[in-house]
């Protein structure tokens, strides 16, 4: 894993600068035409469906920090409360570590494809994890790169204490200053698009703590979707479910679609070398390719057991239902997510970028 220098099938690559992706739209997924009759399945069939401690010593934690809170029966973090919206409990953090397995599937099993070197014997390279959740990315970067040195930051101090040593966790927000942070070499977020809600603040404090050469890459949905074969109706009830969440989500403040706008953004905050590759994550099993239905697998799987978790939120909050209004609307949505008539997917964006070595000159 590490560093690509042939991008995995799927991939679409642009020139550096200006940023560019492929149309993720032009390649079409084959879909598996055995998983169902020619005349398509019977509504009710569902033959062959069915769904497959904060570490840092350094950092002095009150105990209103590690506190959660509870709402509508499920758990969310204390500290900085109300700046995420999706719980943070068991249920939640299995969820997480499925959507890990999936993306190493869909990036080739690459955990980053920025051709950043974390091995130079030189000196030791400096690693953040912006948004690290469970701590599974930074633990495998950890387990790859035993010289680098590795910070993972989040709202919730859900991490494990069995830790490789060179690999840190800290309850912080990415959107507070990083006033005692250092430099990196090398910063990643995942899945981010939906927790940071100033993302020009967010690209120039990253610019700031940047390493001259050093790399930043944001591995993130683009929560629009779509289907090749226009099979995707605009009354299919996930369907309306996602416009629900991007409604509630903008009611709060979160601005759903900012995976489209983060090469722009890095660009304005100086970052260079700017590369887009646009990957598609089916939602179910039913492209023909062994690898993309793997990875639709645990795409339903994650959107089949988070249902509860990513609408509650935005729901409640944002659009104000009851909770009890989000649990009828979601029983269509269950009943119907998993018909493999409709061949839908998430485009994936992975964006990295670089910033300028220093020219010497003014350094």
Known sequence: MGAASTPPPGASTSSPAPAAAEDPHHHHIEVDRDLYPENGPDDDDDDGYSSAGVSDASTSLASSILDFKWENNRRYHKFREGEYHFPNDEPEQERENIKHLMVLQLLGNKLFLAPVDLEDGNRTKKVLDVGTGTGAWAIDIGDEFPKADIIGIDLSPIQPSWLPPN?????????????????????????????????????????????????????????????????????????????LIHQGLEALGVVPHSTLRNPQY???AGFTNITTKVFKVPLGVWPKDRTLKTIGMYQRHAMVDGLNAITMGPFTRGLKWKPEEVEVFLVEVRRTIEDPKVHSYFPFHVVYAQRPEETGEGS
């Open 266 to 268: 890095l660009r304005d």
């Open 167 to 243: 690999v840190r966790f800290r309850v912080d927000s990415a959107e507070d200053d990083w006033l005692d942070y250092e430099s990196f070499d090398f910063i990643h977020l995942r899945h981010m698009n939906a927790a940071i809600k100033d993302w020009p603040q967010f690209f120039d404090r990253a610019y700031r703590h940047t390493k001259p050469g050093g790399w930043i890459e944001l591995q993130e949905y683009d929560f629009t979707l779509t289907s090749d074969d226009n099979s995707l109706a605009g009354d299919w009830p996930y369907y309306k479910c996602s416009k």
